[in-house]
């Protein structure tokens, strides 16, 4: 998909899982103030102890205290650590379908078994469907919230209703919150405030536009932090120097303009198209999943909107089923109407002519 698009000349491009604003100027300012102050070396594995304070006690005040915490080479790499200290090879991990893409691979290169866990079509956890997939090797579950690629956020019964189950199997809970600051209508629940055996991922990657700078967060109980950590000096040894100092003035940024920004999106999109598709209104990050027309599987779906010059992903690259395509609204507002113009004129054209 992504070889034909190189081949479009001024493309609509509502694909790309990154915000459309640069990082903000605080931030590279006192990464390159790092960078001339020659703070150029490794840094301890956990992470310079200035900004590990201030992710733990930023927890703290958000009312969800951590034992232990450290400093990752972004929410990928965290994942990547929390994989390896929570399943062993022949191990199982329940995953929602659809999911982020790396889960769904990811776990089969280590030997452990991604099991799906149906959430289609309003992307929601049921008891009877985590039921349906649990087995005696079932280490993990991974849950993220607000989630690529259906913006669904988990609320707060659903939230409960895994923690009893995640409490019922023993099962350590890996909770990604890229997309925590990206909450739109309510507010965000934290998985470790209901369950105590839950490793929380956080980053900078999509809040603060920082995806090249690879900085991320893992928090959570000192028992499977300490053999992060341990990983992660065999791995990636540290996140990267400057970064780190980046990210400390970070923190400091609510991004509230950025955020009511991408609502507003959020509402455009679904407004205009949530009468000629079937498409659950997102309750945060910054994409629509959205139902292909009758009589077409995704793939063939974006295989016709790029004929049109519009990139979107298809939903298999995140599902095993092949009925959605995933929409990016991270995009300026003239990019989103030239998106909407093409979907409506793909949808009329389908529709039978009256005579
Ligand atoms: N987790 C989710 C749910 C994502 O959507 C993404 C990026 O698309 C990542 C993690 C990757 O984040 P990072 O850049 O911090 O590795």
């Not at 919150?177 to 209901?194: A, C, K």
Request: aromatic letters at 10%.
């Amino acid at each position: 998909m992504f070889d034909l698009a190189k081949q479009l000349d001024n493309p609509c491009n509502l694909s790309i899982g990154q915000p459309h604003f640069d990082t903000p100027q605080p931030i590279k300012d006192a990464s390159a103030a790092a960078i001339f102050a020659g703070k150029n070396g490794y840094t301890p594995t956990q992470g310079i102890p200035e900004l590990r304070e201030a992710v733990l006690a930023d927890y703290a005040a958000r009312g969800v205290p951590q034992e232990d915490g450290f400093i990752t080479s972004a929410v990928s790499g965290g994942f990547m650590l929390a994989l390896i200290a929570t399943c062993d090879v022949g191990d199982e991990i329940l995953i929602p379908d659809p999911y982020f893409i790396m889960w769904n691979d990811l776990p089969r290169t280590l030997g452990v078994r991604p099991k799906l866990v149906n959430t289609y079509p309003n992307f929601k956890w049921t008891r009877e469907r985590l039921e349906a997939q649990i087995t005696h090797k079932t280490r993990a579950i991974a849950l993220c919230s607000p989630a690529n690629p259906t913006g669904a956020a988990v609320d707060e019964t659903e939230m409960m209703m895994i923690a009893d189950f995640a409490a019922e199997h023993d099962l350590w809970v890996i909770y990604d919150e890229i997309y925590r600051l990206f909450t739109y209508d309510r507010p965000h629940f934290e998985m470790s405030q209901y369950y105590p055996k839950t490793i929380t991922l956080g980053g900078f990657s999509k809040s603060h536009s920082m995806t090249g700078w690879r900085i991320g967060t893992a928090v959570g109980p000192k028992e499977v932090i300490e053999p992060m950590i341990k990983l992660q000096q065999y791995t990636f040894v540290c996140a990267p120097t400057p970064g780190q100092w980046g990210a400390l003035a970070a923190l400091d940024l609510p991004m509230t303009k950025e955020v009511d920004d991408y609502r507003q999106k959020r509402d455009f999109m679904y407004n205009a198209l949530k009468d000629d598709f079937e498409v659950i209104k997102p309750s945060g990050a910054f994409y629509l999943f959205i139902k292909a027309p009758e009589g077409m599987t995704g793939d063939q779906f974006v295989r016709a909107a790029i004929a049109k010059n519009l990139i979107l992903v298809p939903g298999s690259a995140f599902s095993r089923k092949n009925t959605h395509f995933r929409l990016s609204f991270a995009n300026t507002d003239e990019q989103l109407k030239r998106g909407v113009e093409i979907l409506k004129s793909m949808v009329r054209e389908k529709e039978p002519v009256l005579t």
